[in-house]
C-alpha cells in the first residue's frame, strides 16, 4: 500500500509538472496584470459569461431546468455507465471498475472546479482558455451565463457544474477498454493527464465562444468568432459531445487498448459478460439521463430542447432495432446484449445532431447507428487487432464519428433540420451547403482523432515509464476486485 501510494504520489507530482509548465505556454492570460471577464459556454454554442443587465435576470424554469438535467448527467455514470460496464466484465472484475468510475467521476469534479472549467469555458486563445475562473474566483450566485437566445441567461454555477457531469462521464468511457488488466494508480494518473491536455482543449476548440449578446451586425459577429474556440470558428456543429465527450474518449480507449495489451488469455479464454441484467439497466439509466444530456444543451427550456428530446428517443429506439434485426439476420438470434449495444449506439449518434436535425433525420441517423456500430464491435474489432475490452471504440468511437458526418448531412433544411442560425438577422440561414458543413464536420472529427490520439499515446507511455500500467499476471488471472481493492461482489 505504502508503494503504490509513492508511485501515485510521484505520477501526481510529474502530471502538476507538466500541468503548470503547459499552462504558462499556453495561456497568454498567464502573465497578464488584468484578468478578461470570465466566460461559459452551453454544450452545442458557448456562450459568455456576461455582467449581468438590470433586464438580464435568468429565468426561474430554465435554472430549474438544468438543475434536473445535471442530475440526469450525473445519473448517467453514477449508476448508469457503471453497471454497464461491471455487467459486461467478468464477475472477479466488476468492483474494479464500479470504484473505478466513482473514484474518476469525483476526481474530474474535484479539477473541474479547480482549473478544468476556467481553462474549457473562458477566454484565452483559440485552443484554450484562461485562468480567469481558476479555483471558481470570482463566481457568485449573481453571475450569469448567456444561453442560445440573446437576453436569456442562466446562473453560472448551474452551467459550470452542467459541464462538470460532462468531463466527467467522458473520463469514466475511457476506462472500458482497458478493463480488468490496468492498474488503478495508472488509471487515475492517466485521466489526470487526458483530462488536461485532451478534454479541456478540445471542448474548448469545439465549444467555446464569447456568446451572441454583443452581435449586432456583419462585424461584430466576425469580432465575436474571432475569440472563440478553433472549431468552433470553423463553424463545427457538436450538439452535445461528439466530437467532445465519444471521439474523444474513444480514440483514447483505443489507444490505451494497444499500449497496456491485451488481457491475458484473450483469444483463447472465453470472456463473456458475466451480468446481462446489470447491462440492461445501466444502459436503461444511461437513456433515461441521456434526455438531461441532449435536451438540456439547449440551455433553455423551449423548442431546441424538445426537439432534442424528441430526437434523443426517436434516434435511439431506431438504433436498437437496426441492431436487433441486423444481428438476427446475421446470427440468427437478437440478444439482449445486442439490443443494450444498440442503445447506447443511438444515444452516441444523436449526440452531435440532437439539436439540428429533425425526427426523421434522428431515425435515419439511429437505424445506421445500430448497424454500423455493430459492424464496429465486430468487423472493425478484428481488422483493428485491439482488445478493447467493452467496445468503447466500436460503439463510442463509431458512433460518434458517424453522428458527427451526419449532422452535417440531416441538419439541412431540406432534410428538415434546423439548419444555422444567424445571429445578425435573428434567423435560420436560407443558404445551407451540404457538402460544405460535410467538410466542416470532419475537420472536427479528424482534430479530436489525432489531439486526443496523440496525448493519449504519449501520456500512457509516460506513465508506464514512472509506475508501469499493468497489474501482475497473478493478479489479473485472480482478479482486479481482490488484488487491487480486496473485496469481492460475490460471496461464495
Known sequence: MLTWMKQLLAGGAMALAIGSTSVMVASPAFAADEAKPAASAPAAAVAAAVPAAPAAVANKADTAWLLVCTALVILMTLPGLALFYGGLTRS??????????????????????????????????????????????????????????????????????????????????????????????????????????????????????????????????????????????????????GTVVHINAAIAGLVGSYVVGKRVGYGKEVMKPHNLVFVMIGASLLWFGWFGFNAGSALEANGSAALAFVNTLLATSAAVLGWSFAEWVLKGKPSMLGAASGCVAGLVAITPAAGFVGPMGALAIGIAAGMVCLW????????????????????????????????????????????????????ANPEY???????????????????????????????????????????????????SHGESAYES
Open 92 to 241: 472477479k472484475n466488476i468492483l474494479s471498475v464500479l470504484v473505478q468510475c466513482m473514484v474518476v467521476f469525483s476526481l474530474i469534479t474535484v479539477l473541474w472546479s479547480i482549473y478544468g472549467y476556467s481553462f474549457a469555458f473562458t477566454e484565452g486563445g483559440a485552443f484554450i482558455g484562461g485562468l480567469d475562473r481558476l479555483f471558481l474566483a470570482g463566481m457568485t450566485p449573481d453571475s450569469v451565463a448567456a444561453t442560445f437566445s440573446k437576453g436569456v441567461v442562466i446562473p453560472e454555477y448551474v452551467f459550470m457544474a452542467f459541464q462538470a457531469a460532462f468531463a466527467t462521464i467522458t473520463c469514466c468511457l475511457i476506462i472500458g477498454s482497458f478493463a480488468e488488466r490496468a492498474k488503478f494508480s495508472a488509471i487515475l494518473l492517466f485521466i489526470i493527464l487526458w483530462f488536461t491536455f485532451s478534454y479541456l482543449p478540445i471542448a474548448h476548440m469545439v465549444w467555446f465562444w464569447p456568446g451572441p449578446d454583443d452581435i449586432k451586425d456583419a462585424a461584430s459577429l466576425d469580432a465575436i468568432t474571432a475569440r472563440a474556440g478553433w472549431l468552433w470558428q470553423k463553424g463545427v456543429l457538436d450538439f452535445a459531445g
Open 433 to 483: 451547403s451540404m457538402g460544405g458543413q460535410l467538410w466542416i464536420q470532419a475537420q472536427g472529427v479528424i482534430t479530436t482523432l489525432i489531439w486526443s490520439g496523440v496525448v493519449s499515446f504519449i501520456a500512457f507511455k509516460l506513465i508506464d515509464m514512472v509506475i508501469g500500467l499493468r497489474v501482475k499476471e497473478d493478479d489479473e488471472r485472480e482478479g482486479l476486485d481482490i488484488s
Open 376 to 427: 464496429g464491435v465486430t468487423g472493425l474489432k478484428r481488422l483493428l487487432g485491439s482488445d478493447d475490452s467493452l467496445d468503447v471504440f466500436g460503439i463510442h468511437g463509431v458512433g460518434g464519428i458517424l453522428g458527427a458526418l451526419l449532422t452535417g448531412i440531416f441538419a439541412d433544411p431540406a432534410l428538415g433540420g434546423t439548419g444555422i442560425w444567424d445571429y445578425v438577422s435573428n434567423a
